[in-house]
């Protein structure tokens, strides 16, 4: 892959914390910096966007499966006995105590 040399425009701050950064011997050039930089940036992005992709499956795969008349607790109740049988969840008054915190948020 050629490399090409560009101009970047920065603020006296951002060159400060750049140059900051090489002197700490993290990074050998200004140049690595950006590049790890865009890197980082184009692998957030990516991250992001599966993320992204994953919750519209969940949502459309919930939404498929239909509404419920079930109240709060007797939700509540459902995920506990499906956590108890998976072994996850154990019946504690400290459990309890944090289940319906987590709950109430």
Partial sequence: MAIVK?????????????????????YVSNSEYV??????????????????ELIRAK????EQSGFTNKNRDEILEDIKE????NGVYKKTEDAQVDLDRIWRR
């Fill in 35 to 52: 590049r790890n930089l865009i890197h980082r940036d184009k692998e957030q992005r990516t991250e992001s966007h599966a993320e992204i």
């Fill in 82 to 85: 499906k956590a108890r049988r």
């Fill in 59 to 62: 949502l459309l795969k919930a």
């Fill in 6 to 26: 560009t101009t970047l425009s920065l603020t006296d701050q951002d060159r400060q914390w750049m140059n900051e950064i090489i002197a700490s011997g993290e």
